[in-house]
């Protein structure tokens, strides 16, 4: 996990805040392809994905958005699942 800012929480442990990315521990850019010291990102190897999820996350408290490449790269949506359903079938 990495993210543009940080801020502390009440019990003394780094969160992410700002936008935030996907990064994989061992890699030097985030899922979506960015360079983690180009775009001076922050990384919270101790932070899972789905806890800086703003809906669900128990971490994501200043989090302002999530990258829309990087969650696709992780599976927040599925090919098959959509967005949309027909309200009046052909018979």
């Known amino acids: 996990m990495a ?15 700002g936008e935030v990315h996907a990064w ?7 899922l979506c392809g960015l360079s983690l010291h180009r775009s001076q990102l922050l990384r919270f190897p101790h932070i899972d994905w789905l806890d800086a999820q703003p809906a669900t996350g128990r971490d994501a408290d200043e989090v302002g958005a999530v990258c829309h490449r990087c969650a696709a790269g992780m599976g927040r949506r599925r090919r098959d699942d959509r ?7 052909r018979p």
């Open 3 to 17: 993210a543009t800012g940080e801020w502390t929480d009440p019990d003394g442990i780094r969160a992410p805040s």
């Open 83 to 89: 967005g949309w359903s027909r309200t009046n079938p």
């Open 24 to 30: 994989l521990p061992g890699t030097n850019q985030t």
